[in-house]
């Protein structure tokens, strides 16, 4: 491995512990457990993928795959899990176990690739979009793109929500495979807005000038609470212009690595201050986050900005006390093509030296993007199911019956374009920090527009050059 690997194997360590543009999952670790060991090494051959799944003797090939998630989230991964091993896997001989490692769920694996103890790395990772620097270079990483455009495979590009693909390509390939997807969202308490007869605001000015009339007329403590982090601000900036905007350099690190803000230089920023300071000068936005989730449920606020994967805990928190919704987050300019850009995790393959365990990898990775396993996030997590065909099952069916809120993610991520895509952002916990603390100064009234401004590229500026200067690109 170059120095230029491991040193960015050093960093990535380090940063790897950043916020997650969904909200990662917080949890205790619950006592993982190491990769297999035992399995027979083949000599990598660099031909095409092969598609055995068995280790050519009649034995199981035993995976591990793993992953961040818990509470909820965990339940449906390990229900995924045993359905895979239960079907395709039991009709394949391939059994996966999976692992949890404390949210990112990276630092094993930086540690392993240091000294490429293969024994120690998963077959499968769930990654965020922060932590694919992490493996984006790795001479281990199995691309996606030469299993999904294979004739064997079941599961297309085409399946998939497109700009999830897209999200999860560099170069027009896809590194890894879209699995636990959210949005960005507004959540609006309609019994406020029909108090001051207005409808969901669809513009950032627009939401504006309500805000004091939600204070003035309801019960309504703040007109908007919304913490603005680097999750919140890539949303406004990927969702403006008629077809989408970058927040990087190099299509937002997905053609070729992010090096700088294009966000500065295209205008889109200032944009989105421009409007932004008339949130701010309503005098009803709370621009820190407490208990976002029980202050909306208690009619606190008249409109919250966060992910969908929280729909079904404010179902439950409201239980009917008044009347709420979803909708898209209102755009910097009408015109602009809005929607959100796929927030979240996607699944990625390591090559351990066995072939038949990449071939059965593949096989568990397009089943977990499979109708019958994406549609277990949608009720119980709000995920947003990726194949485009879990649309068309009765569960999917029922679950949109039951929780009709469910279904305006994904009519949210389906209006947006290939470019409405996260950003492969370097150093991410240090320039989320930076936009974090800049956005609540201008929130709270300490730093103008332009010193907002200023400290937002400014402060990016530094944490890609350290970056960088830690890891040299070649």
Same mark, same amino acid.
């Given at each position: 491995?170059?120095?230029?690997?491991?040193?960015?194997?050093?960093?990535?360590?380090?940063?790897?512990?950043?916020?997650?543009?969904?909200?990662?999952?917080?949890?205790?670790?619950?006592?993982?457990?190491?990769?297999?060991?035992?399995?027979?090494t083949v000599a990598r051959s660099g031909t095409e993928p092969a598609m055995e799944t068995t280790s050519g003797r009649g034995e199981?090939?035993?995976?591990?795959?793993?992953?961040?998630?818990?509470?909820?989230?965990?339940?449906?991964?390990e229900k995924q899990i045993r359905l895979f091993n239960e079907t395709v896997g039991k009709e394949k001989g391939i059994r996966v $176990?999976?692992?949890?490692? =404390?949210?990112?769920?990276? /630092?094993?694996? $930086?540690?392993?690739?240091?000294?490429?103890?293969?024994? =120690?790395?998963?077959?499968?990772?769930?990654?965020?979009?922060?932590?694919?620097?992490? &493996?984006?270079?790795?001479?281990?990483?199995?691309?996606?793109?030469?299993?999904?455009?294979?004739?064997?495979?079941?599961?297309?590009?085409?399946?998939?929500?497109?700009?999830?693909?897209?999200?999860?390509?560099?170069?027009? #390939?896809?590194?890894?495979?879209?699995?636990?997807?959210?949005?960005?969202?507004?959540?609006?308490?309609?019994?406020?807005?029909?108090?001051?007869?207005?409808?969901?605001?669809?513009? *950032?000015?627009?939401?504006? +000038?309500?805000?004091?009339?939600?204070?003035?007329?309801?019960?309504?403590?703040?007109?908007?609470?919304?913490?603005?982090?680097?999750?919140?601000?890539?949303?406004?900036?990927?969702? %403006?212009?008629?077809?989408?905007?970058?927040?990087?350099?190099?299509?937002?690190?997905?053609?070729?690595?992010? $090096?700088?803000?294009?966000?500065? #230089?295209?205008?889109?920023? +200032?944009?989105?201050?421009?409007?932004?300071? #008339?949130?701010?000068?309503?005098?009803?936005? +709370?621009?820190?986050? /407490?208990?976002?989730?029980?202050?909306?449920?208690?009619?606190?606020?008249?409109?919250? *900005?966060?992910?969908?994967?929280?729909?079904?805990?404010?179902?439950?928190?409201?239980?009917?006390?008044?009347?709420?919704?979803?909708?898209? *987050?209102?755009?910097?300019?009408?015109?602009?093509?809005?929607?959100?850009?796929?927030?979240?995790?996607?699944?990625?393959?390591?090559?351990?030296?066995?072939?038949?365990?990449?071939?059965?990898?593949?096989?568990?990775?397009?089943?977990?993007?499979?109708?019958?396993? %994406?549609?277990?996030?949608?009720?119980?997590?709000?995920?947003?199911?990726?194949?485009?065909?879990?649309?068309?099952?009765?569960?999917? +069916?029922?679950?949109?019956?039951?929780?009709?809120?469910?279904? &305006?993610?994904?009519?949210?991520?389906?209006?947006?374009?290939?470019?409405?895509?996260?950003?492969?952002?370097? =150093?991410?916990?240090?320039?989320?920090?930076?936009?974090?603390?800049?956005?609540?100064?201008?929130?709270?009234?300490?730093?103008?527009?332009?010193?907002?401004?200023?400290?937002?590229?400014?402060?990016?500026?530094?944490?890609?050059? /350290?970056?960088?200067?830690?890891?040299?690109?070649?």
């Amino acid at each position: 491995m170059n120095m230029k690997k491991m040193a960015g194997l050093l960093l990535a360590a380090s940063i790897a512990a950043g916020l997650s543009a969904c909200g990662g999952q917080d949890g205790n670790d619950t006592g993982s457990t190491t990769a297999d060991a035992g399995q027979t090494t083949v000599a990598r051959s660099g031909t095409e993928p092969a598609m055995e799944t068995t280790s050519g003797r009649g034995e199981t090939v035993e995976l591990t795959f793993w992953h961040s998630m818990d509470s909820v989230f965990a339940e449906i991964t390990e229900k995924q899990i045993r359905l895979f091993n239960e079907t395709v896997g039991k009709e394949k001989g391939i059994r996966v $176990t999976g692992v949890f490692q =404390n949210w990112p769920g990276t /630092d094993a694996l $930086t540690a392993a690739m240091s000294t490429d103890d293969i024994a =120690n790395m998963p077959d499968v990772i769930q990654l965020y979009g922060e932590s694919v620097s992490i &493996v984006r270079d790795y001479d281990r990483t199995v691309w996606a793109e030469d299993y999904i455009s294979g004739a064997d495979a079941t599961l297309k590009k085409e399946d998939l929500i497109p700009n999830t693909v897209a999200s999860h390509s560099i170069d027009g #390939k896809m590194v890894g495979v879209p699995w636990g997807i959210s949005a960005l969202m507004l959540y609006y308490n309609q019994d406020y807005l029909e108090q001051i007869g207005s409808e969901v605001p669809r513009t *950032i000015d627009e939401m504006a +000038k309500i805000l004091p009339e939600l204070v003035a007329t309801t019960d309504a403590e703040y007109g908007l609470n919304v913490r603005i982090n680097e999750f919140e601000l890539e949303n406004w900036i990927a969702t %403006q212009g008629t077809d989408g905007t970058y927040f990087g350099n190099n299509e937002s690190g997905h053609a070729g690595y992010m $090096t700088e803000l294009a966000c500065d #230089k295209n205008d889109s920023l +200032k944009k989105f201050l421009d409007e932004w300071e #008339k949130v701010v000068k309503s005098g009803a936005y +709370k621009p820190i986050r /407490d208990s976002i989730n029980e202050e909306f449920a208690q009619g606190m606020h008249g409109m919250v *900005i966060m992910t969908s994967s929280r729909i079904p805990t404010i179902a439950g928190l409201v239980d009917g006390s008044f009347e709420w919704g979803v909708a898209p *987050i209102p755009v910097v300019d009408a015109a602009d093509v809005g929607g959100a850009y796929p927030s979240g995790s996607g699944l990625f393959m390591l090559d351990r030296d066995n072939e038949a365990s990449k071939a059965a990898a593949w096989e568990f990775v397009q089943f977990m993007a499979s109708p019958e396993a %994406q549609v277990m996030w949608l009720e119980g997590a709000g995920y947003i199911p990726v194949n485009l065909r879990t649309a068309e099952l009765d569960e999917y +069916k029922a679950a949109i019956a039951a929780e009709s809120r469910l279904q &305006v993610p994904y009519d949210t991520l389906m209006m947006a374009t290939e470019k409405v895509v996260p950003a492969y952002v370097p =150093n991410s916990s240090t320039t989320d920090s930076v936009i974090k603390d800049a956005m609540i100064a201008f929130g709270e009234g300490s730093a103008t527009k332009d010193e907002t401004f200023q400290a937002i590229v400014e402060g990016c500026e530094r944490a890609f050059a /350290d970056y960088y200067r830690a890891n040299p690109i070649n």
